[in-house]
């Protein structure tokens, strides 16, 4: 089976620093992937971890420990723009090689 | 380059009806998934098309089914709607079948059955 797990909301202010965190339970998937969706808009892009560790683009960050089947999304110098939807995804080898998404994590940047 | 298009954008149909909802991939793109989401229920994976041959299938029921064409554009279908098929169906591509774990979105469908 498959599970991802996220915070539903996380709030902080413009500037801030900000880390999305992503577990689950599946024993077999290539890598970890983040996206970003807007209200009433497409899921896009933002980074993946094929291996364990720290990849960096910009202001975000994804970090991911296949040992401690957990993996997050920091994001820096926070601005209003960055208020969206951010959803870890992962295609489970166990599932078909399928993407199966977490539930989301609702991030509200203040001013 | 284009990206993902989708048609139509909004649509309003009567449970019993059936839908068909239309994806272009990205140029070059061939494979194709198709995803709902629904705020409770959250995106989830629908199937995926490669070359015209379906090759995974998610947890839905068969009134969900779907096709890609020689060029890659894909179709998918809802028959006998329900109330609970209300949702947001975005449809994905990428460059090639399991391309890595990046793929690209349309802006998706907002289906509601009344």
């Known amino acids: 089976g498959q599970s991802l797990e996220q915070p539903s909301e996380v709030t902080a202010v413009e500037g801030a620093i900000v880390q999305i965190n992503c577990t689950y339970q599946t024993s077999g998937f290539y890598g970890l992937s983040w996206y970003q969706q807007h209200d009433g808009g497409a899921p896009t892009f933002l980074s993946y971890n094929a291996l364990d560790g720290l990849e960096e683009t910009g202001r975000f960050s994804s970090f991911l420990s296949r040992s401690d089947s957990y993996g997050y999304l920091l994001l820096q110098e926070l601005q209003m723009k960055d208020s969206a939807s951010y959803f870890c995804?992962?295609?489970?080898?166990?599932?078909?090689?399928?993407?199966?998404f977490g539930p989301g994590t609702r991030l509200s940047v203040l001013p | 380059k284009a990206g993902v298009t989708q048609t139509p954008r909004y649509l309003i149909k009567t449970r019993g009806q059936q839908v068909t909802l239309s994806c272009s991939p990205i140029?070059?793109?061939?494979?194709v998934s198709w995803y709902q989401q629904t705020p409770g229920q959250g995106l989830q994976f629908l199937f995926e098309?490669?070359?015209?041959?379906?090759?995974n299938k998610g947890n839905f029921p068969g009134r969900f089914s779907g096709r890609q064409f020689s060029n890659s554009r894909s179709e998918m279908n809802v028959s006998t709607l329900e109330l609970g098929d209300s949702a947001l169906y975005l449809c994905?591509?990428?460059?090639?079948?399991?391309?890595?774990?990046?793929?690209?979105f349309g802006e998706g469908s907002w289906l509601t059955v009344v």
């Open positions: 995804a992962v295609r489970d080898l166990n599932y078909g090689q399928n993407f199966v």
């Open positions: 994905a591509s990428s460059l090639v079948e399991g391309s890595g774990n990046t793929i690209y």
């Open positions: 098309y490669f070359s015209e041959t379906q090759r």
């Open positions: 140029s070059g793109h061939r494979s």
